[in-house]
């Protein structure tokens, strides 16, 4: 059973198209971070949320972390063919201490030119 | 500031030898996480040190294992290869909180 369900698994849009990537859990994490990798690569951190409901930009991407702590959101707006790439939501459940992420599976984003 | 490094990037081995993966975390951090990579798996979480002391293990069996130097740099052992040992192999590394930074990875084939 995967703690952290990650939606849609593929993804091939346009260019110049939005998109939302969700990341949602039956547990309560303490933390949840996304991160970009490109193959052969180690992933990239993005951002780290930690308050419920808390909302955070990096130029057009919008990360939303839900109320409950459950779950969170990625959104990119006028998506460019640089944000090709897997895309992977990971958290740190509430009742671990020290430093254990339990990543989704993972979005493969493709965008077109 | 260096990232973290990952030695070696690439391995081939062949069932039942023993492979030892080396990690060098972000100067200052002194949590080092391994995690497992595979196509159908995903990113599993093997095991985290911190201070020389394993604090974290996942749900892989005692073939894996590792350790912590007191500068914290870390390896990670696999005895015994199996087919299914091959994989990407990521270390992180963190100041102890959840905000984990990734090296490139070293590429294990096992044949």
């Known amino acids: 059973t995967q703690l952290l369900e990650q939606s849609p698994q593929f993804l091939s849009i346009q260019e110049g198209e939005n998109l939302t990537v969700y990341c949602n859990s039956s547990?309560?994490?303490?933390?949840l971070q996304w991160y970009r990798q490109e193959p052969g690569e180690g992933p990239v951190l993005l951002v780290t949320?930690?308050?419920?409901?808390e909302v955070k930009k990096l130029k057009r991407l919008t990360f939303q972390f839900g109320d409950a702590r459950k779950d969170s959101s990625l959104h990119i707006t006028a998506a460019q063919p640089g944000d090709t790439g897997l895309y992977l939501c990971?958290?740190?459940?509430?009742?671990?201490?020290?430093?254990?992420?339990?990543f989704g599976e993972g979005t493969q984003l493709t965008v077109n030119p | 500031k260096a990232g973290v490094t990952q030695t070696p990037r690439y391995l081939i081995k062949t069932r039942g030898q023993q492979v030892t993966l080396s990690c060098s975390p972000i100067?200052?951090?002194?949590?080092v996480s391994w995690y497992q990579q595979t196509p159908g798996q995903g990113l599993q979480f093997l095991f985290e040190?911190?201070?020389?002391?394993?604090?974290n293990k996942g749900n892989f069996p005692g073939r894996f294992s590792g350790r912590q130097f007191s500068n914290s740099r870390s390896e990670m052992n696999v005895s015994t290869l199996e087919l299914g040992d091959s994989a990407l192999y990521l270390c992180?590394?963190?100041?102890?909180?959840?905000?984990?930074?990734f090296g490139p990875g070293t590429r294990l084939t096992v044949l």
């Open positions: 547990s309560v994490f303490s933390s």
């Open positions: 990971a958290g740190a459940m509430e009742e671990t201490s020290g430093s254990r992420l339990t």
């Open positions: 040190y911190f201070s020389e002391t394993q604090r």
């Open positions: 949320v930690v308050t419920g409901g």
């Open positions: 992180a590394s963190s100041r102890g909180l959840h905000e984990q930074f």
């Open positions: 100067s200052g951090h002194r949590s």
